[in-house]
Structure formats: structure tokens, C-alpha cells
């Protein structure tokens, strides 16, 4: 799969019930990512950093799903440990992917890793199902999910307006106007104004 390409449905069985992905999202963007088993460590404290940030993610329209090759009673005992090791409560459905029926149609095994687990994947999904972005992480690396939520605010933002985050970007920051835009568009397009450093470079004020 790449950038752009629609993300695949799927029927499976969750901490939560049954799921179709799909009706799940909705009409939400989606965050769907992956971990290499139930009871470890890094799983553990992103599971419950991803369920700390749940009012943010609402904030955004968007859900969130886990993965895990390990099954439905696992999974339950694994919440109980999460909720208690990092203080916080689980409010978002961890699949139980016991055949890896997902895990293969998002590429999410890497032989060369480990050809029965998960790597760590994240793929963030646009309320048309279109996968936005894609990143896939070590086993020994923790995913930060401030990035994630700064993300998803920019990819929300440039799908709004013809404007690119810059490096570094942070809500409210100054923004970059897309290259097809001209100054007299510009003009209209961006009341608050903006500064030309090169012709191909013009800034402005974070549109609204």
C-alpha cells in the first residue's frame, strides 16, 4: 500500500465486539495501529497514552483502533493491566487478529523482523477512506502520539485550505501557500495577509 491508496475494509473480532471498519469510521478519520503482542511493555504504555489522548482525538473527529495477533480473552486480561499500569481506561476496540488476516492485508508482518508479529504500524485514514499517512516503527521504539495528533491537525488543515505545514509546524504557526497559488489569489485567498520570502515560498497566518 501506499499514499493515497484507499484503505482496505475489513470484518473482525474486537475488545469491543464485532467490526466492520468501515461503519466503524463512519464518516471520522481513523487512526488503525499495530503491535507485536499482547503483555508488552511498549504496547502497554502506548495503549493507554493513545486512550489518555481521547479527548483530543474527538476534538478531531477521529477513532481509534489497536491491533494484536493475540486473541479476544487475551486482549481482556491485557486491558485489565493497562488500565491499571497506566492509570487511564481503554475507550477504543483492540482487534484480535489471531490469523493475521489484517495484519497481511496492511503489511504490517515484516518477515525480516519477525515473520509472526506485528511491527509497529500507523496508518492515519481520511473520512473517504483514503490512507493520509503511513509509519511504521521499530519493536523497541515507542510511538509519540503528539505527533500523531500535530498530524492529523495539518492534514486537516491543508485539506481545507492550498497551504502546506512547514518544518517544525505546531498548531497556530505560520503556514506555507501552496506554489499553484498566485499573489493575486493569494490576496483573497488570505485575508490575515502573507509574506513573499521567495517566490516560491510565501507564508501566512494559520487560516481559520
Known amino acids: 500500500m501506499k499514499l493515497g491508496d484507499k484503505a482496505p475494509n475489513f470484518d473482525a473480532e474486537t475488545s469491543e465486539g464485532k467490526m466492520n471498519f468501515y461503519d466503524y469510521l463512519g464518516d471520522s478519520w481513523g487512526i488503525l495501529f499495530s503491535h507485536p503482542a499482547d503483555f508488552t511493555p511498549v504496547c502497554t504504555t502506548e495503549l493507554g497514552a493513545a486512550a489518555k489522548y481521547k479527548e483530543e482525538f474527538d476534538k478531531l473527529n477521529v477513532k481509534v483502533v489497536a491491533l494484536s495477533v493475540d486473541g479476544l480473552e487475551s486482549h481482556k486480561d491485557w486491558i485489565h493491566d493497562i488500565n491499571e499500569?497506566?492509570?487511564?481506561?481503554?475507550?477504543?476496540?483492540?482487534?484480535?487478529?489471531?490469523?493475521?488476516?489484517?495484519?497481511?492485508?496492511?503489511?504490517?508482518?515484516?518477515?525480516?523482523?519477525?515473520?509472526?508479529?506485528?511491527?509497529?504500524?500507523?496508518?492515519?485514514?481520511?473520512?473517504?477512506?483514503?490512507?493520509?499517512?503511513?509509519?511504521?516503527?521499530?519493536?523497541?521504539?515507542?510511538?509519540?502520539?503528539?505527533?500523531?495528533?500535530?498530524?492529523?491537525?495539518?492534514?486537516?488543515?491543508?485539506?481545507?485550505?492550498?497551504?502546506?505545514?512547514?518544518?517544525?509546524?505546531?498548531?497556530?504557526?505560520?503556514?506555507?501557500?501552496?506554489?499553484?497559488?498566485?499573489?493575486?489569489?493569494?490576496?483573497?485567498?488570505?485575508?490575515?495577509?502573507?509574506?513573499?520570502?521567495?517566490?516560491?515560498?510565501?507564508?501566512t497566518p494559520q487560516p481559520d
Open 85 to 203: 499500569t497506566q492509570k487511564t481506561t481503554v475507550n477504543f476496540p483492540i482487534i484480535a487478529d489471531e490469523d493475521k488476516k489484517v495484519s497481511r492485508l496492511y503489511d504490517m508482518i515484516h518477515p525480516e523482523e519477525d515473520d509472526t508479529q506485528t511491527v509497529r504500524s500507523v496508518y492515519v485514514i481520511d473520512p473517504e477512506k483514503t490512507i493520509k499517512l503511513m509509519i511504521t516503527y521499530p519493536a523497541s521504539t515507542g510511538r509519540n502520539f503528539k505527533e500523531l495528533l500535530r498530524v492529523i491537525k495539518s492534514l486537516q488543515l491543508t485539506r481545507k485550505f492550498k497551504v502546506s505545514t512547514p518544518a517544525d509546524w505546531e498548531e497556530g504557526d505560520d503556514v506555507v501557500i501552496s506554489t499553484s497559488v498566485s499573489n493575486e489569489e493569494a490576496k483573497s485567498m488570505f485575508p490575515k495577509g502573507y509574506k513573499e520570502v521567495k517566490p516560491y515560498l510565501k507564508l
